[in-house]
């Protein structure tokens, strides 16, 4: 399966605590990005990725989260000191980014299921 | 800036009944729009697109939608509801990159 990848599909922590997830894109895809999705609502944007640089980020994502692409391929999003409100689906989305005028599909993997505590 | 309004947050249909999702956006730029579909516990899976062109686009699953720009809105159909449709459905809208979600509808199929 050359799907995108998200590790883990489930976790549980106590607040205060930090967690890490993970994200494979499909491998010739050089856009990735993250959203939040919260229960009974759509998914919102965090941040996203064009190779390893970080292209925008939005006002949701404090200075807790932490969001990183080193070589270009997988994602981490880092989120410190946990807090109840992040308890949330984080979702990973990956598309190809070769025009800045066409839009490119995007793929999204299962998500992480994040449970605070 | 874009947004979009999904009106209905939960729609009931019974088994072979014409299935109507509704979906108007905003969109400072020529929109493009999308229909998205999630079973529990998954991701999103892409049912179909409007970027130009056509303006009525035909998706999988027999689900269709028009781009009516002069109503600024991108409504979901099906003819004909089958059991295994019964999920949630989001719109979504974007210039060209990040995509701007709605709060989705629930579809519930009845026998």
């Known amino acids: 399966d050359t799907g995108v990848s998200q590790d883990p599909r489930h976790k549980i922590t106590k607040r205060g605590q930090n967690v890490t997830f993970r994200c494979d894109p499909i491998?010739?895809?050089?856009?990735l990005y993250w959203y939040r999705q919260t229960l009974g609502q759509g998914p919102e944007f965090l941040t996203y990725?064009?190779?390893?640089?970080?292209?925008?980020k939005s006002r949701l994502l404090s200075d807790r989260f932490s969001a990183e692409r080193p070589k270009g391929s997988f994602s981490t999003l880092e989120i410190q000191r946990t807090e109840q409100g992040d308890s949330a689906m984080y979702l990973c989305?990956?598309?190809?980014?070769?025009?800045?005028?066409?839009?490119?599909?995007?793929?999204f993997g299962p998500g992480t299921r994040l449970t605070v505590l | 800036a874009q947004s979009v309004t999904q009106l209905g947050s939960h729609v009931s249909v019974s088994e072979g009944a014409l299935v109507l999702l509704r979906c108007n956006y905003s969109?400072?730029?020529?929109?493009?729009l999308f229909w998205y579909v999630q079973y529990p516990n998954q991701g999103l899976q892409l049912l179909l697109k409007?970027?130009?062109?056509?303006?009525l686009v035909k998706g999988i699953n027999g689900f269709e939608a028009e781009f009516k720009k002069s109503e600024t809105s991108f409504h979901l159909t099906k003819p004909s509801a089958h059991m295994s449709d019964a999920a949630e459905y989001f719109c979504?809208?974007?210039?060209?990159?990040?995509?701007?979600f709605g709060t989705g509808t629930r579809l519930q199929v009845t026998l």
């Open positions: 989305a990956s598309s190809r980014g070769d025009s800045l005028i066409r839009h490119n599909e995007q793929f």
């Open positions: 491998s010739e895809h050089n856009r």
């Open positions: 990725f064009q190779n390893e640089a970080q292209l925008e």
């Open positions: 969109s400072s730029v020529p929109p493009y």
């Open positions: 409007y970027t130009t062109g056509a303006t």
């Open positions: 979504a809208v974007t210039p060209r990159g990040k995509l701007t």
